[in-house]
Structures are given as C-alpha cells and as structure tokens.
C-alpha cells in the first residue's frame, strides 16, 4: 500500500531545493555511517530547522521507505545513485517520471520481476543479504513474500493500556477526549490501536503514565509470563515487557526482578517505571557467571528476551536490514544466555525465550540445543507472530518448564 501524498509536496521535493537538499545529505550521512543509521537521521531531523513540520515528517518518511526498497531501487534505475533513488521513490508515490526528469524503466516497485530463483526474489524485494534471504525462505516457505511485503509496510501505532493506572477502556476515552481516533486491539488484554499519527509524545496520558508504546507482538509475549510469583527479566533492557508484566502482576508475595548488562538501558527503565507505578527490583550484571547473592534465586519464570537480529521489526525499524554482519555469532551467543538464565529457575518454574526474529536460527534451533544440553527442562508451548499472519512485530517465544 502507497502513502498518499500531496502532488504539491511531491514536486516540490522532487526540485533542487531545502526538502531534496536536506533529505539527500541526509542519506550520504546514513549511507556512510550505516550501524549508526538511526541516531544520524534523528539527530539530523532535529536540526533541519529549515523544513516546515509537514516536511520534516516527508523526509522522514522518505530516507527510511529509501532503506527499505534500497535493493529494488538499484535494480530499478541501474546504479547506486541516491537522487536517482530519490527521484525514483517520488515517482512510486505518485509523482509523474516526466516531472522527475529520470527516465525509468517500465518496472515500478509493486511489479514484481522475474528472477532466476526465488532467493535472488527475496534478497532483492526485501533488501537484504542472500544468506538472509534463504534463511527467510526456510522460515517461511511460500508465504516469505507476504512476509517481504508487510515488512515493508510502515508499522502502525500501538500502545498497551498501563491497568496499574487505568483500565483500556478509560484510557480509549480519554484519548478520544484528546482527539486521537482509537480502537481495541484484537488478541491482546490492554493492546489500543491508534489511527493516524498523532503526536503521542505530547500527549497528557502518556506524562501520567496511562499508557506505553508498545506493539501487540511484545504484549503477548510479556503475557506469557504468570502474574504471580518471583519474575525474573533477565535481558530487560529499557523495560518494554518488564513494565507489562510488572503492571499485570498480583499478590504481596510477587516480586519483578530486571536484570540487564547495560547501565544506561536499565537507567531508562527505572525513570520509566517510576512513572509508570511498576515496582521492579533493578540489577546491573556483567557477561560471565552470575553473582553468588543472584544464583540464589529461585524463580517462578524468567524471561530471556535475547539480542537478536530483530528481522521480526523490519517494519518498525528498516535500518535492522544494515545490522546483520553478527548472524554467525548471535545463536551461540543466544544460547549462553539462555544458560546463565536457566540456573535462576526453581523446579516447576517456567523459562521463556523470546526473540523479535523470525529465524529458525535464532529460535526453534536454539531451543532445540538447550533443550539437548539441559533434560531437566521441556518445552511446553511456543508462539510464533509475524506481520503478515497476526499484523504485529515479528516474535517467537518457547516456554519451557522446570523438574
């Protein structure tokens, strides 16, 4: 599906001028600094104080649509040229070629080539590595193009009701009274869906700890864990899942544990979970054996919500596609993590790992060695959403449980 644009603003950027300017810098400032993607085009956003609102939100748009079709838009104007690109995309949204004074061949992006074999097909629809191509192949088999697809859609807004303070319902009120236009998220308890793009970081709500971003995928993993009992997060990072169970949890006895090897991450999730009314006992561990004070915990569920390649969250963050020179190493690492957690569970206790990909590499295989090299452990159930199929984030999570 095409944004719709105003023809205005698309001859406008298609001109030499502040919009097409700006955006081009840009992109020779993402393209040289590729692992920095986001922080560069954030930050130069910011600074683009020349560029109206509207503008701005164009821009936008349009560098991360550039990372998503970077594969096709090469093989569409024959070279890596970024104004033939910027041009290129104009004319997919709408702008007239003879407008853009780039002559196109008749191949648009949402014809579909013929290739001599069905990875090339993917490499190219998806941008991204051959190797990473076959492995979406053996995830998917001949829905990895509907994957492709809805991987190159933007991701919509997606927020999960906080029910220590609010109950969803009340919170789709308040919001309405906001003038946002809002509707229940389907197969999730506290999940809303926001249409349009509303400024939600302005929003009072939010300043009041009502809600949180969050897509539906990552509400039903973080309900995957009991709401009694001693919970343990052990890669929490910034604390999306952690809040989620924390704001689900019950009973004087239960306890919300947040470990993770990152101080600034873990900063973040205590100014969070401050506002947000979330009790959680936060803990900074280092790689390497667990503290003698830690392994004395015996928990109900620890949840390992392992560094991935996040090929689940294409939609949400395309840049991911420049981030996976590391695919060799990450199971390895993945599974040692799983390790160290394992040791935190009490017998009849439950162990979660979850990840925002959707390679078989990163997931069934995994779990499949730890299950292997751990018998006490066995797999109970496993969750497996994807955009195409569930229209939320990529995700798996196994849950298998303690004797």
């Known amino acids: 599906?095409?944004?719709?644009?105003?023809?205005?603003?698309?001859?406008?950027?298609?001109?030499?001028?502040?919009?097409?300017?700006?955006?081009?810098?840009?992109?020779?400032?993402?393209?040289?600094?590729?692992?920095?993607?986001?922080?560069?085009?954030?930050?130069?956003?910011?600074?683009?104080?020349a560029l109206h609102s509207r503008e701005r939100r164009f821009v936008a748009d349009t560098l991360f649509d550039l990372?998503?079709?970077?594969?096709?838009?090469?093989?569409?104007?024959?070279?890596?040229?970024?104004?033939?690109?910027?041009?290129?995309?104009?004319?997919h949204l709408g702008l007239s070629p003879q407008d853009a004074r780039l002559e196109l061949p008749d191949l648009l992006l949402n014809e579909i080539p013929a290739f001599e074999t069905e990875e090339e097909a993917i490499a190219l629809l998806g941008s991204v590595p051959p190797q990473i191509a076959a492995s979406l192949l053996a995830a998917f088999g001949d829905q990895t193009r509907a994957f492709i697809a809805a991987s190159n859609q933007r991701a919509p807004v997606t927020l999960r009701a906080n029910r220590r303070r609010t109950s969803r319902a009340a919170l789709m009120e308040r919001l309405r009274s906001e003038g946002m236009e809002v509707e229940v998220h389907p197969h999730t308890e506290d999940g809303i869906r926001v249409v349009g793009r509303p400024n939600l970081a302005g929003s009072k709500a939010i300043k009041e700890g009502l809600f949180e971003v969050q897509d539906a995928g990552s509400q039903r993993v973080a309900a995957l864990v009991p709401a009694t009992g001693t919970i343990v997060d052990f890669c929490a990072g910034a604390g999306g899942k952690t809040l989620a169970i924390g704001a689900a949890l019950a009973g004087e006895d239960s306890q919300l544990i947040a470990m993770d090897v990152r101080r600034t991450a873990l900063e973040e999730l205590r100014r969070r979970s401050s506002r947000a009314g979330v009790e959680v006992d936060i803990c900074l561990i280092e790689d390497g054996p667990l503290p003698q004070e830690l392994t004395r915990i015996r928990a109900d569920c620890v949840l390992v919500d392992a560094p991935c390649s996040g090929l689940g969250v294409l939609r949400r963050h395309p840049e991911y596609r420049w981030r996976l020179s590391n695919l060799e190493t990450l199971p390895t690492e993945q599974g040692t993590i799983l390790a160290r957690a394992a040791s935190l569970v009490r017998p009849g206790g439950s162990l979660i790992y979850a990840t925002c990909s959707v390679l078989q590499e990163e997931n069934e295989q995994?779990?499949?060695?730890?299950?292997?090299?751990?018998?006490?452990?066995?797999?109970?159930?496993?969750?497996?959403?994807?955009?195409?199929?569930?229209?939320?984030?990529?995700?798996?999570a196994a849950v298998l449980v303690a004797s």
Request: hydrophobic share 45%; proline share 6%; charged share 25%.
């Open 1 to 49: 599906m095409v944004a719709v644009v105003d023809p205005r603003l698309l001859a406008k950027a298609a001109k030499p001028g502040r919009i097409r300017g700006i955006g081009l810098d840009l992109w020779s400032l993402a393209l040289a600094k590729p692992t920095q993607v986001t922080s560069v085009l954030s930050k130069g956003l910011r600074e683009a104080r």
């Open 366 to 396: 995994v779990v499949d060695r730890f299950l292997s090299d751990h018998p006490r452990f066995t797999q109970e159930r496993a969750l497996r959403l994807a955009p195409h199929t569930d229209d939320t984030d990529g995700f798996y």
């Open 67 to 91: 990372i998503r079709h970077r594969a096709m838009l090469t093989h569409q104007t024959g070279g890596e040229d970024p104004l033939a690109h910027w041009l290129a995309w104009l004319v």
